[in-house]
């Protein structure tokens, strides 16, 4: 559940390459339906590092580190449960990263980016969805991305019932970067 995070991120133009984030105005999330229940959890702790050029798309990156850890959802049971081996395993994975390998144009503000995702162990290639826009000095990108739990182990034994929690989760992020002065 990450974001992978999960995710899409990068910057305005060329002089903006080293941009830095923002972690006060970024946020990634993880929503999971519990027999049909919309949850969401909130990580407290990634990084991201930005370089991205709209009119140097083949030279753009990006790499998004999320300490599992972090993840809260509200309930402090449920929290650690979450962290524990069944779910994140947050012991042996500590984190979930996603590393871009690619970025397309998709449309107006939109771009598809083109990674590899890691949660558990488990490497998956996956495309976010994410838009970008500039605020001031601020480039600002957000998608959804939705993942399966069962690809990546999350959710084991006696979670492993999809009926229970549903396979799908949608990671969703905001991240906001800044030129470095």
Do not use: H
Request: hydrophobic share 45%; aromatic share 8%; glycine share 8%.
């Amino acid at each position: 559940m990450l974001l992978a995070a999960s995710l899409a991120c990068a910057g305005f133009a060329a002089n903006l390459a080293a941009a830095q984030l923002d972690a006060g105005k970024s946020s990634v999330t993880a929503v999971a339906r519990q027999i049909g229940v919309p949850m969401e959890g909130k990580f407290k702790r990634f990084a991201a590092a930005v370089d991205f050029d709209p009119a140097r798309l083949a030279s753009s990156s990006a790499k998004v580190e999320i300490d599992v850890a972090s993840f809260e959802i509200g309930d402090a049971t449920t929290t650690k449960e979450v962290k524990g081996k069944d779910w994140f395993d947050a012991a042996r994975f500590p984190k979930a990263v996603f590393e871009s390998t690619g970025i397309r144009p998709a449309a107006a503000g939109k771009f598809d980016v083109a990674g590899k995702l890691t949660i558990k162990g488990k490497t998956v290639d996956v495309v976010v969805p994410a838009t970008y826009r500039q605020e001031g000095a601020n480039q600002v990108f957000e998608g959804v991305l939705p993942i399966k739990r069962s690809v990546f182990n999350i959710g084991e034994g006696e979670w492993k019932d999809t009926s229970v929690v549903a396979d799908e989760v949608q990671i969703k992020f905001r991240l906001v970067t800044a030129a470095k002065s």
